[in-house]
């Protein structure tokens, strides 16, 4: 960790759930309760995301894991999460996304209306990639060595 950083976490009252920079290596089940509205587990070296990680956090309605070190999700990562209005997977090591992720989310969660995903080093886009979330408003791919969008 930086000098001058402090590993935080806290689930507060207003629930809000935030775990930075906090050394964590992976995630699986998190113990979170389940009427959290907003999850942000931000800079630590966590590579891989679980199938069900985030299973029956049904009253999220933000998950920011941004600033990690992303480079695998699991297609069922974000199963059950009814409420998700805002992913943040920004700034991560993310170098494909696997096939169904979004179509898993829909069906699961027709909420999703902002997806940031800039500044990963995804390659390649398969055509219709987005198209399952039907609530999608916005998608940020900044920062991206894209050579192909098939």
Not at 22 to 37: C, K, Q, R, T
């Amino acid at each position: 960790m930086p000098d001058g950083t402090t590993p935080r976490s806290d689930e507060n009252d207003d629930g809000f759930y935030r775990y930075c920079q906090a050394g964590m290596v992976y995630i699986n089940a998190l113990e979170i309760s389940d009427s959290v509205g907003e999850i942000q587990i931000i800079g630590n070296p966590i590579t891989t995301i679980l199938d069900n990680t985030f299973s029956y956090k049904k009253q999220c309605v933000l998950l920011s894991l941004a600033y990690n070190q992303i480079h695998s999700l699991r297609p069922l990562a974000f199963q059950e999460m009814y409420s998700l209005k805002k992913l943040y997977l920004n700034h991560n090591l993310l170098t494909k996304l696997p096939d169904g992720i979004f179509e898993e989310i829909n069906a699961q969660n027709p909420t999703l209306t902002h997806l940031y995903m800039q500044h990963n080093r995804l390659t390649t886009l398969r055509d219709g990639l987005f198209s399952p979330v039907i609530s999608l408003v916005y998608v940020d791919l900044q920062g991206y060595p894209l050579m192909e969008i098939s």
